[in-house]
C-alpha cells in the first residue's frame, strides 16, 4: 500500500525513507524473523554519533566557534578518528 495512493502525500512528496519504510521494512522484518534476527542488530547509532562528533570537532575549529589554532580542522578529526 502506497503512502500516495491513499491521499495522504503527492507522489513527488514521497521520500526514498518513506518509501522504504512503508514497502520494505515489512518484508525485511518478516525475513529476518525467520531467521532469529532482529532489526536492532542493523542499528546505524554508531555512525550517526561518529559524525556527530566529527561535526562538532570540525565547527569548533572555524571561525563560527573561535578557531585560529595553529593545526587544521581535519587534523584534529584525524587524530579524534586514530
Same mark, same amino acid.
Request: charged share 25%; no cysteine; net charge negative.
Given at each position: 500500500?502506497?503512502?500516495y495512493l491513499h491521499g495522504l502525500y503527492k507522489k513527488e512528496d514521497v521520500t526514498p525513507y518513506m518509501h522504504? =519504510?512503508?514497502?520494505h521494512i515489512p +518484508? =525485511?522484518? +518478516?525475513k529476518l524473523n525467520k531467521k532469529n534476527l532482529s532489526i536492532r542488530y542493523f542499528s546505524t547509532s554508531s555512525l550517526e554519533k561518529k559524525n556527530h562528533n566529527q561535526v562538532r570537532l570540525f565547527f569548533s575549529g572555524t571561525t563560527m566557534e573561535g578557531g585560529s589554532k595553529e593545526k587544521s580542522v581535519v587534523y584534529d578529526i584525524m587524530e579524534f578518528e586514530n
Open positions: 500500500m502506497d503512502l522504504v =519504510f512503508s514497502q +518484508e =525485511f522484518l +518478516e
